[in-house]
């Protein structure tokens, strides 16, 4: 694909501009999505997608084993094999 091509366009309405739907899917685009707008040294625009995902340990689902824990005295050992 040359530098020239243009997969899509959108209109500026006031200070914003519609996502193309073909390229927020084939981007995976989310709403949540930052865009990074830099103007290279040539003039051209370059736009970065920052994904924001779901938080670290949005899928934990907390200690579910049958042993019983001390957490005054384990929590900085937790993970640590002591001998």
Not at 13 to 38: H, M, T, V, Y
């Amino acid at each position: 694909m040359s530098s020239e091509s243009v997969d899509s366009e959108s209109k500026v309405s006031g200070n914003q501009a519609n996502i193309p739907a073909r390229i927020r899917r084939e981007l995976d685009i989310d709403d949540g999505d930052k865009l990074r707008w830099q103007i290279q040294g040539d003039g051209t625009l370059r736009v970065r997608v920052v994904q924001q995902r779901s938080g670290t340990f949005s899928e934990f689902d907390g200690y579910d084993g049958d042993e019983e824990t001390d957490v005054t005295t384990e929590h900085d050992a937790w993970g640590v094999d002591v001998e």
